[in-house]
């Protein structure tokens, strides 16, 4: 599966985003996805996923209330609400997929990965 991540941009603080992701290859049901994203000067950061079996989705606890994740299976399509962005929230934000039905935290169970979209949030 290929992944393109977009919506990124600036934005004030308190402001809101809306981030998609792209799944071709493949359809996306087949896969649980997740977001990360990768602050200056820090490692990459589980943010948000959603199984492949569906369900509700998990949050990282630095967004949860603030942001949400949904997926549209039959366009191939994940997004992430980014709601009263704050500043710390200023990254390079990524899509990844897996086949494993698990969402995990850990980015090392991810296998495919988008190219980033960049996301300032200005105070």
């Known amino acids: 599966v290929q992944l393109q991540a977009s919506g990124g941009g600036l934005v004030q603080a308190g402001g809101s985003l809306r981030l998609s992701c792209v799944a071709s290859?493949?359809?996306?049901?087949?896969?649980?996805i997740a977001w990360f994203r990768r602050a200056p000067g820090k490692e990459r950061a589980f943010v948000a996923g959603i199984s492949r079996n569906g369900g509700s989705p998990y949050y990282g606890d630095s967004v949860k209330g603030r942001f949400t994740m949904s997926r549209d299976n039959a366009m191939n399509m994940v997004y992430l609400q980014m709601n009263n962005l704050e500043p710390e929230d200023t990254a390079v934000y990524y899509c990844?997929?897996?086949?494993?039905?698990?969402?995990?935290?850990?980015?090392?169970?991810?296998?495919?990965w988008g190219q980033g979209t960049q996301v300032t949030v200005s105070s």
């Open positions: 290859g493949r359809t996306s049901s087949w896969y649980t």
């Open positions: 990844a997929a897996d086949n494993d039905p698990f969402v995990r935290n850990n980015l090392r169970f991810y296998n495919y």
